[in-house]
């Protein structure tokens, strides 16, 4: 077998990464060797490879989903978003510089298209079957000319494509119809069909629909997936709701069912404890919280103004892709005082990476935002300045008496020249800085962290002594599987990664523009 698909969406948020984590698990439940493949991800979440090399989180969780190591090959282009109209562009791992909207898709996109070609087709001669996500819609007509990530990957690998609509949002058989007639007559060829996602009712009521849809495409349908809490990967995404929304709306928290959509477990203690996390501007791997949110008893929730760090026996500054940035907005709003008055009453703060260096003395920076040398909170005996070439890197050590792993990706060098050491870090009173993401998703070392936060807070919290975070990962893993395997039509959709785009599909007109 030397299969592929492709799955599109009819829109950003479709369910793209979930779907294609949920046919990988499948997949390697029926003894595929199968890998994940995105061309081109748009994300401020981002992963260390073991060689060293940055990746979207999406395409490293959906490489968990296959069982297998992430590699540079699963995502050979990354932006990072800086701002509204420019993004950092990585490519196979390494930062190449910095791009606006225009120049990128003006050109230096398409002349990616043959790494992106020669990364796809290393991993299907190695793999059994790969499973691609494409990114926003295929029928982007601005954007068609030079797309490597949708039907510009699809008809170069003669990919078949599964296009995912949200019904939950409503107007999905618009959509699916729609994506399809706005397509040149050589894309629709590879259109295999539809799936339908976050299906709410009784799917006998949707059936007329989906024959009506057949009828009108020539196009069948692949499944019906029902709406379930608390599915979901590692987000893409952290630029589409603006940090003001992003606190109310948490529309861009990861593992939404530890997080967001699922109720606070009892905890083990006689109190909960309370998280609160900045959510500053151009938030980069806050799935750092992640780990936090899955134990019985902690309460995480995101913030934006200084009143709702009144009750928290915690606050996480996250990472940022806009360190001063961000600085400035914690001034702005307030919160900077708040936090400084916070570390001088000895109560638990958290920085993480881009957080670690705000609460430093002074960041220089000639690099991400070129301001030069800004003061920052004073907080932590740091001095950062900005290096060119990107820190990325697995460390390994231990703090607080457990064994702790994590991965570095940061412009910023910090010296630290007092306070105790703390992983790469430092600490001074209960405020704790390092560059380490994912350092919590080390099960020893997190509960360290909390009982020593509870006791600073005065909260009769107790971790709970089994939480596991991969196994809470590998369950969220397999109910992906599980969705899949018990609502998509899986013969078909073996037969589709097999052997390609039906024969014979009709065109649909109009077809792409001119």
């Known amino acids: ?62 490489a968990q989903a296959c069982r297998i190591e992430p590699t540079a090959l699963m995502n050979p282009v990354l932006l990072k978003p800086g701002g509204e109209q420019s993004s950092q562009v990585v490519l196979l791992g390494k930062p190449v510089g910095e791009l606006s909207a225009r120049g990128y898709h003006g050109g230096r996109q398409q002349r990616l298209l043959g790494t992106v070609l020669d990364c796809l087709a290393e991993l299907r001669g190695t793999y059994d079957a790969v499973i691609c996500e494409g990114a926003g819609s295929p029928a982007e007509i601005n954007l068609r000319r030079t797309d490597i990530v949708n039907m510009g990957i699809a008809r170069n690998a003669r990919l078949p494509v599964l296009v995912v609509g ?24 590879l259109i295999a069909g539809f799936l339908v996602n976050k299906f709410r009712g009784d799917v006998s009521l949707l059936e007329p629909g989906l024959d009506m849809l057949h009828g009108l495409t020539g196009r069948h349908t692949y499944g019906v997936l029902p709406f379930r809490h608390g599915l979901g990967i590692d987000e893409e995404d952290g630029m589409g709701v603006p940090p003001r929304e992003r606190s109310r709306a948490w529309g861009r928290v990861s593992l939404r069912g530890t997080v967001r959509e699922s109720a606070v477990t009892p905890p083990v203690g006689e109190d909960v404890l309370r998280v609160a996390v900045c959510a500053i501007p151009l938030m980069s791997n806050f799935t750092d919280v992640d780990a936090l949110a899955a134990e019985p008893g902690v309460v995480v929730r995101f ?160 971790p709970a002594p089994d939480t596991s975070f991969a196994a809470l990962r590998e369950q969220q893993l397999d109910r992906l599987g599980d969705l899949i395997e018990q609502h998509a039509d899986t013969d078909a959709l073996w037969r589709l990664i097999e052997s390609g785009a039906p024969q014979g599909l009709p065109f649909i007109p109009p077809g792409a523009p001119a």
């Open 303 to 462: 913030m934006d103004r200084p009143e709702e760090l009144a009750d928290a026996d915690l606050v996480v500054i996250p990472g940022t892709r806009g360190t001063v940035r961000a600085l400035e907005w914690l001034r702005e709003r307030g919160l900077a005082d708040a936090l400084v008055t916070r570390a001088a009453e000895g109560r638990p703060i958290l920085g993480i990476c881009g957080g670690f260096q705000i609460l430093g003395e002074y960041i220089e920076d000639e690099v991400e935002s070129r301001a030069g040398e800004v003061a920052g909170l004073g907080v932590l005996p740091v001095r950062v300045r900005f290096a060119r070439e990107k820190t990325l890197t697995r460390p390994a050590g231990e703090a607080l008496g457990e064994r702790v792993e994590g991965y570095e990706i940061h412009h910023g060098v910090a010296e630290v020249t007092g306070g105790e050491a703390f992983l790469d870090g430092c600490r001074v009173g209960h405020t704790w800085g390092t560059h380490w993401h994912g350092s919590l998703e080390s099960d020893g070392f997190r509960r360290a962290f909390l009982r020593e936060v509870a006791a600073a807070a005065g909260r009769r919290f107790v």
């Open 1 to 62: 077998m030397n299969g592929g698909l492709l799955v599109a969406g009819t829109t950003s948020d479709a369910g793209k990464s979930v779907v294609t984590a949920g046919i990988c698990r499948w997949l390697v439940r029926q003894g595929v060797k199968v890998a994940p493949f995105k061309a081109q991800n748009m994300s401020l979440n981002s992963f260390v490879t073991r060689e060293g090399a940055e990746i979207g989180r999406a395409q490293a969780m959906q």
């Open 166 to 189: 949200d019904i939950d949002r409503g107007g999905v058989f618009a959509s699916f119809f729609g994506t399809v007639a706005l397509l040149s007559p050589e894309d629709q060829e």
